[in-house]
């Protein structure tokens, strides 16, 4: 039901003016644009608090189940046009700063990105808040309050280099509200024994711990004009003032402080595993116990908690939920094993995101014991009864051997989270499906009912409304408002495909986007680009398997075929890359590297001119995506099948009516289901052709390399001083391609990468065909909204019912 807060642009403007004339104690005129982004934002926030009051009142009166949602990574970008937009007063408010003479574009660049992750996983996470909130469901999120996001990159002389990135600054975050009566105390280490506690029970007891504080910030999500406000907790370490003489020194109360600071630290030493491990943990118990202590205020039974709560396990990160539930139920409320058990497993669901088993953690058991010496204790008896309980259902003694929990002297925590929940889910179909035949196979054989999947959504709002107001009012005035509140209505967009003067406007759009885009490239990088090019984008984490470097190779193919035919046609491109490679990852680096410095040979080749330009956009995050996204003609989606879970960025290119150049891997199957064949440009091999190369080791790179003069000559490139300034750089990518045997295969996807791109340069000078798929694109994308994803987590997964709508008033 719509509900949008009655606000007219004349009472806007006395709040504001009020709310600044309090807070910031100067003229208007004189204001900085953070000062007016602080006082627009505390303007908002006496808009939603009373809405936030009576949403948390009705939840608790009703009794309503809640789903909380764990995960180490929230990435919501700016909150500013979301608050607005969701409050249904972003019109107003534009054009109460309008009245006012106030450059609203300015203010809102004001606020600092949120960047409480690094990619698609904590992305989508952002995107099931605002999800939650828009489709009215009571879900919450739980993660960490780390005091630098994800590190802001710069380039110089082509290498990234990495800056702390202090989000909240100084200035703090106007959003949040610190919850110091939900506090709890989390412990680490020491010793721990089991004691006799009357009655046959028995208690463990602790010493030498380390006791540490667990402080909440609240940050509201507001669902979209439904006056709905959930809440996303991100916990906060401190020392516990009883403790305070056991930190006498800055260098001792720092080393705490670390547990909340920074997102993946370096977990290259035992050190930083350690941290790794106590971040996890303090995030995991501090929600777990503030979650039992306001179930229980409801005076309703612990046996059936799970009646009124799920905890949804994001990646493994958070996978030691199942036994710091179990230690809470058992050792701070005195359940017994099996009533416990019962309702864990009943409470707890898992999501994968990743088949690569690298990435899925796993902690060796001295590690472990060291740091949770109680905890390890419940996973050694979870999975001893787990495998007396298979041993005597008769299962499969392999099987159930490769899917227990502690195993070789590592704790696997994807295997914790599945044996203890009764979901597991992928995040794209052809995810799932090789989660079942190949990563999680024994799982599947043995508890085949926990396996669903959930392909992921984004938050179209935020897509259109916000990163693309033109496009958004092209599509109104095509189809009417409706797609706004529904964007199933989107699909009424597909009967204006073909018409020549909708085709028209939405070229336009296009065009006034790259502008955009082209206008801050030569702000930012001093390169020029022509709006008459291609705008192909790849902007993702860097990282081998998405393969950054087919794209480069294809790059250099046509730096060749230019210099070889100045005079030939061509249809000129501007390739953009934005991509963070992490800290520790060397090969990603070198590919930042060379991409940069192949940049400066092209752009500045007169010979090549405006045919070909390269751009590499540093600091890549929600933000830029916005200015990014909405400005391309092609998304490059081009990992090598079987390695990109789902990708999510791929739907957000489709939204704004860029053609997809297309592995058949993660959600680009379902685009291409979606728009049809002959809107979306398929290259390179299946993923049953990847898997034949796996079973019969008959990949050869080097023959390939040998055999094809033009990727010969491609290859040679990146070692032959073609490319200044990356001599060993060069050299790492020329061995990885040929003398290590090319891991993800891009020689052999390479003729059909370059036959597919030479389609879409044909297809491009058709303006009308070209169109028409780009249409397509954006008509029939409504099946990537987070809202329908979340609804399916909700219903299938959650079993959540929808809190009784229409009662929350709006201020
Ligand atoms: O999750 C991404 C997948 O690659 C992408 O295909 C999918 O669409 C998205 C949402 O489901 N995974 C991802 O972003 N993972 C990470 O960023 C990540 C980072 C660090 C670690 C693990 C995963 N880690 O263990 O340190």
């Not at 398997?545 to 100045?566: A, E, F, S």
């Amino acid at each position: 039901m719509e509900q949008t807060m009655e606000l007219t642009t004349d009472q806007f403007i006395r709040d504001f003016e009020q709310t600044f004339n309090e807070q910031q104690q100067t003229l208007l005129q004189n204001a900085t644009p953070t000062e007016l982004f602080l006082a627009l934002a505390h303007t908002i926030r006496q808009y939603y608090t009373p809405m936030w009051l009576e949403r948390n009142e009705s939840l608790s009166a009703r009794q309503e189940k809640i789903a909380y949602y764990f995960s180490i990574e929230f990435l919501p970008g700016r909150m500013l046009e979301t608050n607005l937009l969701n409050l249904g007063i972003l019109d107003t408010v534009k054009e109460g700063f309008t009245q006012l003479g106030l450059d609203f574009t300015a203010v809102k660049n004001a606020e600092h990105d949120m960047a409480l992750g690094n990619g698609g996983l904590g992305r989508l996470a952002a995107a099931f808040m605002d999800s939650l909130a828009t489709t009215g469901y009571a879900g919450f999120g739980n993660g960490l309050r780390y005091k630098y996001g994800l590190f802001k990159q710069r380039i110089v002389d082509g290498y990234q280099v990495e800056l702390p990135d202090a989000w909240f600054g100084s200035l703090g975050n106007v959003w949040e509200t610190r919850k110091d009566h939900d506090a709890v105390n989390v412990r680490f280490f020491g010793n721990v024994y089991m004691a006799d506690a009357g009655e046959g029970k028995l208690k463990p007891v602790y010493s030498n711990a380390q006791v540490l504080r667990a402080v909440p910030y609240d940050v509201p999500q507001l669902g979209y004009k439904n006056g709905v406000v959930n809440n996303l907790r991100l916990w906060d370490v401190e020392i516990p003032e009883e403790y305070e003489l056991n930190y006498p020194t800055i260098a001792d109360r720092r080393r705490v402080e670390d547990i909340t600071a920074v997102l993946y630290p370096d977990d290259s030493t035992e050190e930083g595993k350690k941290l790794r491990l106590m971040q996890e943990y303090f995030m995991t118990s501090a929600g777990l116990q503030t979650i039992v202590k306001s179930y229980l205020k409801m005076g309703l039974p612990l046996e059936k908690i799970y009646e009124k709560v799920s905890v949804h396990i994001n990646d493994t990160h958070p996978a030691v939920a199942p036994a710091e539930f179990m230690r809470i139920l058992i050792d701070d409320y005195g359940m017994e094993w099996d009533a416990a058990w019962n309702a864990t497993t009943k409470v707890m669901s898992y999501t994968n995101h990743t088949i690569l088993s690298e990435a899925l953690e796993k902690w060796s058991t001295g590690l472990f014991s060291f740091v949770l010496p109680r905890v390890f204790q419940i996973i050694v008896e979870i999975d001893n009864r787990y495998m007396a309980q298979m041993g005597a259902q008769g299962a499969d003694y392999a099987r159930v051997e490769n899917t227990r929990i502690v195993r070789n002297g590592q704790v696997h925590m994807a295997h914790l989270a599945i044996i203890g929940g009764h979901s597991v889910n992928g995040v794209a179909q052809i995810h799932t499906e090789l989660l079942k035949e190949d990563t999680l196979r024994d799982f599947y054989a043995l508890t085949p009912e926990k396996f669903n999947n959930k392909t992921n959504g984004i938050v179209q709002r935020r897509w259109t409304q916000i990163a693309a107001p033109v496009l958004s009012q092209t599509i109104d005035k095509w189809i009417g408002f409706e797609w706004r509140n529904d964007i199933h209505a989107l699909r009424a967009l597909n009967d204006v495909v073909d018409n020549p003067r909708a085709q028209n406007d939405f070229w336009e759009v296009k065009q006034l986007a790259k502008k955009r885009l082209a206008d801050y490239i030569e702000e930012t990088t001093g390169v020029h680009v022509s709006t008459d090019a291609i705008f192909d984008v790849q902007v993702k984490r860097l990282h081998a398997y998405k393969r950054q470097l087919l794209n480069v190779m294809h790059i250099i193919k046509l730096y060749w075929d230019i210099k070889d035919n100045p005079e030939g046609d061509f249809t000129p491109r501007v390739f953009i890359f934005g991509a963070k490679a992490a800290p520790g990852y060397h090969f990603a680096k070198s590919i930042i590297k060379v991409i940069n410095e192949l940049a400066n040979l092209i752009n500045n080749d007169p010979e090549i001119g405006d045919k070909l330009k390269v751009v590499f956009l540093e600091n890549y995050r929600v933000s830029l995506a916005e200015l990014i996204i909405p400005a391309a003609n092609v998304s490059e989606q081009i990992s090598l099948a079987s390695k990109e879970a789902s990708g999510t960025s791929n739907m957000k290119f489709m939204m704004t009516g860029a053609v997809t150049m297309a592995t058949l891997d993660g959600a680009n199957i379902e685009i291409r289901d979606e728009v049809g064949e002959e809107n979306i440009v398929i290259f390179g091999m299946t993923k049953d052709e990847v898997y034949h190369h796996y079973e019969t080791h008959d990949y050869n790179a080097r023959y390939l390399y040998d055999t094809d003069p033009v990727l010969h000559r491609v290859i040679n490139t990146f070692v032959d001083g073609t490319i200044p300034r990356c001599q060993s750089e060069g050299s790492e990518i020329f061995d990885a391609l040929v003398t290590y045997n090319d891991e993800y295969f891009l020689l052999e996807d390479f003729q059909s990468y370059v036959a597919a791109q030479a389609r879409v340069s044909a297809l491009y000078r058709d303006r009308e065909r070209w169109m028409h798929m780009s249409m397509m694109n954006i008509a029939n994308s409504d099946k990537f909204t987070s809202d329908d994803t979340i609804r399916q987590y909700a219903e299938e997964i959650w079993h959540l019912s929808l809190p009784h709508a229409g009662r929350h008033r709006a201020a």
